[in-house]
């Protein structure tokens, strides 16, 4: 069985640092790549960034320069570093692994992955 539990958010003043982690279970990060989405109060799920069974990695352009994308494979964990943080990245922010091992396409959409974590909640004050 296939577990993603996300950990690291928090309240965090604009122009602060938060990293978030994604630990899984049941599936390799050496194998399978990994997503982050984020969905902030009405409105809908957001691409964050992805990074792929080679370690290719993918920001969304609007976040690229704030938000990293890494990941241990000893730990079989996925991390997203913020820093520069705004109130416009309050969200919630989901870990997801992709459907398909072996792929080395940098996905952005939700249907291109499977497995989704519970969500972890980021907030960003003014």
């Known amino acids: 069985q296939v577990q993603l539990v996300e950990s690291g958010g928090g309240l965090v003043q604009a122009g602060g640092s938060l990293r978030l982690a994604c630990a899984i279970s049941?599936?390799?990060?050496?194998?399978?790549?990994a997503g982050w989405f984020r969905q902030a109060p009405g409105k809908e799920r957001e691409f964050v960034a992805v990074?792929?069974?080679?370690?290719?990695?993918y920001v969304h352009d609007s976040m690229n320069g704030r938000f990293t994308v890494s990941r241990d494979n000893a730990k079989n964990t996925v991390f997203l570093q913020m820093t520069s943080l705004k109130p416009e990245d309050t969200a919630i922010y989901y870990c997801t692994s992709h459907k398909h091992p072996y792929s080395g396409i940098l996905s952005t959409t939700a249907e291109e992955f499977d497995y989704w974590g519970q969500g972890t909640q980021v907030t960003v004050s003014s």
């Open positions: 990074i792929t069974w080679t370690g290719g990695t």
């Open positions: 049941g599936r390799s990060v050496r194998t399978y790549g």
